[in-house]
């Protein structure tokens, strides 16, 4: 099934969302929300979207500064893009959810949980990054961060869309380079004023995430959610100490290893999927 582009206009951005299936019988178990990480798009959840969108009623938003989306050059607290998330939640009439956050957008998750519990059925978190807070001297650092993660690596400035192209296929989310990570690829670039070439994903915006993602906790008292942490074997979360808040503070807990590294939704989407189907299928089953 395929997706319909539709936007939100809300009263600071416009939020740019994908749907699939809005005609499956309304069901607050049959709603779920998928959420990309830094630098991505909505469309990142293609195939796992297509996979459950004869069973769900899916949404998955650009976020703000992301893709289609409006992209202040302020306005990324979690507090304000968590209120892009439940704006779009009423403008569902979505009372609930299956929630999935990958990367920063699992830290959002575990923010949101923490704050407003009644707005998820389940959480998937999807190599989350930075779940905690980082001292304040980890700022000092953050240069030499941004020219290492390969989610920022598009940017630009490139001279060319052919030289932005020969970029991403050296990247880790593009590993394989399907017909999908081409379309991802395309859709996220633009030429620029000057004539250059890069991501639609700004450097304003990139700033005030990290700001927040540092200094946020996102894990500071139990939850209980039915939560599935999804952990690839070459994601960010390897270590059994990054596991630890996690098994401390979320007290209905499943960690799942799968193949990939930190995009395994498209590196080994088969695994990915079935993983994330596996687990939605248990919350129908606890419930009957």
């Given at each position: 099934m395929t997706f319909v582009r539709k936007t939100l206009s809300l009263s600071k951005v416009n939020?740019?969302?994908?749907?699939?299936?809005?005609?499956?019988?309304a069901s607050s178990d049959t709603n779920i929300l998928l959420l990309h990480g830094l630098a991505d798009q909505a469309l990142v959840w293609k195939k796992l979207a297509e996979e459950l969108s004869d069973r769900y009623?899916?949404?998955a938003p650009d976020m703000r500064g992301h893709g289609e989306s409006s992209k202040p050059d302020r306005g990324?607290?979690?507090t304000e893009v968590i209120e892009d998330l439940e704006a779009l939640m009423e403008h569902l009439n979505w009372s609930k959810a299956h929630i999935l956050g990958h990367s920063w957008t699992g830290k959002v998750a575990a923010i949101w949980a923490k704050q407003n519990p009644q707005k998820f059925n389940s959480m998937i978190l999807v190599?989350?990054?930075f779940i905690m807070n980082f001292p304040s001297l980890f700022k000092f650092m953050l240069p030499l961060l941004y020219?290492?993660?390969d989610c920022l690596k598009l940017i630009g400035p490139f001279t060319s869309f052919e030289q932005a192209e020969n970029q991403a296929k050296e990247l880790?989310?593009?590993?394989?380079?399907s017909d999908l990570q081409q379309e991802l690829f395309q859709a996220g670039m633009e030429q620029k004023p000057d004539g250059s070439w890069g991501s639609k994903f700004r450097i304003p915006t990139r700033n005030e995430i990290f700001e927040q993602v540092l200094e946020v906790p996102?894990?500071?008292q139990a939850i209980d959610i039915p939560t599935l942490l999804i952990q690839p074997e070459k994601g960010v979360n390897?270590?059994?100490?990054?596991?630890?808040?996690?098994?401390?503070?979320?007290?209905h807990l499943e960690i799942q290893k799968i193949p990939g590294n930190h995009w395994s939704f498209l590196v080994e989407p088969d695994s990915f999927n079935q993983t994330v189907q596996a687990f939605l299928n248990a919350q129908i089953q606890v419930k009957l």
């Open positions: 939020l740019s969302y994908l749907e699939w299936n809005s005609a499956v019988k009623h899916i949404i990324y607290t979690f190599d989350p990054i020219r290492q993660l880790a989310q593009f590993s394989g380079w996102g894990l500071t390897r270590q059994d100490w990054q596991l630890q808040p996690y098994k401390k503070y979320l007290t």
